[in-house]
């Protein structure tokens, strides 16, 4: 079992920066692919990034390439995702999300475990 906590999600202007962090419980963090997603108001889920469990291979969604950092502390049990040049299509609830794959995926229903959500809001 895994659970998983989010934070530092809030409301910032729009080109500014926010960096969300994920506690995860557990012994076995740094054996699962970490992935982060998001949803905004009427919209499905969709996947943000990915982190291999090493924390050496990472994916984007193209809308965040260039804007957003996945990374990995695996002695803290803690995913981030770092976020800069927020727009205001970027606001959303994000998710963390645990995978027991040995490869990172992008599919929603691969990952086992997921956080409660932090709600992130930008303003134009």
């Not at 054996?31 to 990034?49: D, L, N």
């Amino acid at each position: 079992q895994v659970q998983l906590v989010e934070s530092g999600g809030g409301l910032v202007q729009a080109g500014g920066s926010l960096r969300l962090s994920c506690a995860a419980s557990g012994r076995t963090f740094s054996s699962y692919v970490m992935g982060w997603f998001r949803q905004a108001p009427g919209k499905e889920r969709e996947f943000v990034a990915h982190i291999n469990p090493s924390g050496i291979s990472t994916d984007y969604t193209n809308g965040v390439k260039g804007r957003f950092t996945i990374s990995r502390d695996n002695a803290k049990n803690t995913v981030y995702l770092q976020m800069n040049s927020l727009k205001p299509e970027d606001a959303a609830v994000y998710y963390c999300a645990a995978c027991s794959f040995a490869i990172g995926t992008t599919r929603e229903y691969d990952y086992n475990y997921w956080g409660q959500g932090t709600q992130v809001t930008v303003s134009s």
